[in-house]
Structures are given as structure tokens and as C-alpha cells.
T-cell receptor, first 114, second 113 residues
Framework: DTEVTQTPKHLVMGMTNKKSLKCEQHMGHRAMYWYKQKAKKPPELMFVYSYEKLSINESVPSRFSPECPNSSLLNLHLHALQPEDSALYLC?????????????FGPGTRLTVT | GENVEQHPSTLSVQEGDSAVIKCTYSDSASNYFPWYKQELGKRPQLIIDIRSNVGEKKDQRIAVTLNKTAKHFSLHITETQPEDSAVYFCAASANQAGTALIFGKGTTLSVSS
């Protein structure tokens, strides 16, 4: 299984809602990532988990809260988002957090904040 | 930190022509250079990558060249087809623990038939 899965595919939420994005991989990868992507722009790194520990938080607002329950799962909890947070949220994984390994991307969650 | 510049931002070619996208990087420690293709509404997918111990790598119609001295690498697509139309991102990273993948800004390739 060489796939990263994400749910939901689409999410519409109001600014007062709380929702969660989920990501799963069964490739035995020990590094998992959250990226935010706007249309026709490159993915922007948000968080990196290495061996289930948060290793990078790229100055992301606290309304985004990551969680790594185990080595196969990654969640992104959303609360009190702003319309400018509307974007494609991509999860990725790699064997370890070392630059020479390919990152496998999930299909993404298209988030719209109203 | 690393900075990756990508050119051109848009590229239009006729079916059957070749397409070349160029990237430059700033950090001499970078030694892994992947290229991702992203079709509209889909995930980025790795199409080819190259490591610093080789100067060129080819996979059917796609090739990547690397010039470490000049710090630039290029994607070459031959015999382009309409299904090659997508946004292409180059990236660079160093072979060190805790190194992030740094992306270029992307090239929108349009292949017309």
C-alpha cells in the first residue's frame, strides 16, 4: 500500500465551528506532514511530525492544532478559522524526516471557511 | 536558508514540442531535487527526482539535468501531449535529518493539440 488517504475530501465550515481533518498511511513511514496550498501556489509547510513527535511548527496560528495519535494517523483540528484559511490541506508522509526521501502526498481536503 | 527559483511561471507549447522548466537553488548543501506534477484538483505527484551524485536522469519522455556548480536543475519533457498539461513544481532539500523540502513557485504548462 503506497497511498496516503485523507478525509473528508471537502469541508465547509463557519468561523465558529470546530472540525478535524484526518490523514492515514500504512507504509510504515515515520515522518508525516501538513501542508496548506492555495490555487496554483506551491504547498506551504505547516507542521512536521517525526516519530510521532511534533518537530516543526512553521509559525502556524493556534486555531490550527495538529495531533499524531500513532505512527499511521495524523489529525489537524480546526477552530475559529478565518475566510483566508480556505485552501487545500495536504497531508504527506516519508520514510523518515530526512531530505533525501520522497514525500508521498494525500489527495487533500478542500476547505472552505464561510 | 534554502531558496528555490523556478522559471518560467507559465509555458505554452504545441503537442509534440519539447518543454523545459528551469530551477535554481541557493544552498550548496542541497542534494535531493524532486519534480512534482499537479493536475487541477489533484495531489502533487512525484514524476522524477535526482540526487547530487548524478548529472542526468531519464524516464521515458521526462529527463532531469543537474549542474551542481551552477546550482541549477532542469526538467525536460519531450513529445509533449495534452495530458502533460499541469502545474509543475521543482523542489530541493539537503540530506540531513530535519530538513524541509523547499518548493519553487511552480510552472503552469499548457499543451495544445
Amino acid at each position: 500500500d503506497t497511498e496516503v488517504t485523507q478525509t473528508p475530501k471537502h469541508l465547509v465550515m463557519g468561523m465558529t465551528n470546530k472540525k478535524s481533518l484526518k490523514c492515514e498511511q500504512h507504509m510504515g513511514h515515520r515522518a508525516m506532514y501538513w501542508y496548506k496550498q492555495k490555487a496554483k501556489k506551491p504547498p506551504e509547510l505547516m507542521f512536521v511530525y517525526s516519530y510521532e513527535k511534533l518537530s516543526i511548527n512553521e509559525s502556524v496560528p493556534s486555531r490550527f492544532s495538529p495531533e499524531c495519535p500513532n505512527s499511521s494517523l495524523l489529525n489537524l483540528h480546526l477552530h475559529a478559522l478565518q475566510p483566508e484559511d480556505s485552501a487545500l490541506y495536504l497531508c504527506a508522509s516519508s520514510p523518515t524526516w530526512q531530505g533525501r526521501y520522497e514525500q508521498y502526498f494525500g489527495p487533500g481536503t478542500r476547505l472552505t471557511v464561510t | 536558508g534554502e531558496n528555490v527559483e523556478q522559471h518560467p511561471s507559465t509555458l505554452s507549447v504545441q503537442e509534440g514540442d519539447s518543454a523545459v522548466i528551469k530551477c535554481t537553488y541557493s544552498d550548496s548543501a542541497s542534494n535531493y531535487f524532486p519534480w512534482y506534477k499537479q493536475e487541477l484538483g489533484k495531489r502533487p505527484q512525484l514524476i522524477i527526482d535526482i540526487r547530487s551524485n548524478v548529472g542526468e536522469k531519464k524516464d521515458q519522455r521526462i529527463a532531469v539535468t543537474l549542474n551542481k556548480t551552477a546550482k541549477h536543475f532542469s526538467l525536460h519533457i519531450t513529445e509533449t501531449q495534452p495530458e502533460d498539461s499541469a502545474v509543475y513544481f521543482c523542489a530541493a532539500s539537503a540530506n540531513q535529518a530535519g530538513t524541509a523540502l523547499i518548493f519553487g513557485k511552480g510552472t503552469t504548462l499548457s499543451v495544445s493539440s
